[in-house]
């Protein structure tokens, strides 16, 4: 099956090379979201990967009230657009709220629905009217192919430039596994399909007031789904993921992305 969505210069799909979605879990100041950006647009070009930088600027579902949630839209608008105009690069944020969909839309390149508000109707329908591409996560909760109707509620707007990332799925509590056939059911519907590598490793809520993670599978997901057909792969870094603000536990150090990217490039190249 055919099938591609463009966004910008950076075209995502069937007979397209793999593409790097990247970034920190939230902002947590300028110099530090700047200082991984500029890391892997170098990286990226180096290995000639085109790359979309992630970073969100709140995060709404954190497991504790008293978690870190970021800048806020306002300020982390504003860091992100000065970080797209200085390297030239594509952003992805995601939105929690229709209020904020419209002030994100001016500077996000492509929209993020997070996983837990894949079935919030009202919600999607208000992101695809804004015709911005989108990547909807696939809920923890869902069956791949519960995806075509998700999907099919962007659709309806007009917007088909869709993506579709995979991120796991529960098992049991505190605890998620892949299945890759899903790479393949998701990507037979007939969009592009990322792979979330580090939020696949995460433990939902393993640290009670925090979620916990193995990041050393990361990589070991990554070069999986690749093969299995992803189109992209999604990878939350940080400089030092211990002392992370959100997500360290699932997060990758920034200074081994560059190894992995080029085992993964070897593998979509060869498949």
């Known amino acids: 099956m055919n099938y591609s969505v463009q966004i910008g210069d950076i075209p995502i799909g069937h007979g397209f090379p793999l ?25 990226s070009q180096q290995l000639d990967i085109p790359f979309i930088f ?3 600027y709140d995060k709404a579902n954190r ?12 300020k982390g608008l504003e860091i992100l657009s000065n970080i797209k105009a200085r390297l030239d690069i594509k952003i992805l944020s995601d939105v929690h709220g229709i209020n904020e969909i419209a002030r994100a839309a001016e500077v996000v390149d492509i929209l993020q ?14 992101i695809a009217k804004t015709k911005k591409p989108i990547n909807i996560k696939k809920g923890q909760f869902l069956a791949p192919w519960d995806m075509a109707n998700v999907v099919e509620k962007i659709a309806s707007t007009g917007n088909d430039r869709i993506l579709v990332t ?57 070069r999986a789904a690749v093969a299995a057909g992803a ?5 939350e870094v940080h400089k030092d993921p211990d002392k992370a603000l959100c997500d360290g536990p699932n997060s990758l150090k920034l200074d081994t992305i560059g190894d992995l990217l080029e085992q993964l490039k070897s593998i979509r190249d060869l498949i």
């Open 19 to 43: 593409i790097l979605i990247s970034g920190p879990c939230v902002i947590e100041n300028y110099d530090t979201t700047f200082h991984i950006a500029s890391y892997l647009n170098d990286v």
């Open 54 to 56: 992630k970073a969100s």
């Open 63 to 74: 497991t504790s009230i008293h978690s870190f949630r970021g800048p806020g839209i306002e």
């Open 113 to 126: 629905i997070p996983a837990f508000l894949c079935r919030q109707t009202d919600f999607i329908v208000e």
């Open 166 to 222: 995979e991120r796991g799925t529960l098992f049991g509590y505190n605890n998620l596994v892949v299945d890759f056939r899903g790479i393949k059911i998701m990507r037979d519907a007939g969009q592009p399909v990322i792979f979330d590598a580090t939020h696949s490793t995460q433990l939902p809520g393993g640290r009670s007031t925090a979620s916990d993670g193995q990041r050393e599978f990361a990589p070991v997901l990554a």
């Open 231 to 235: 189109d992209g792969v999604f990878m």
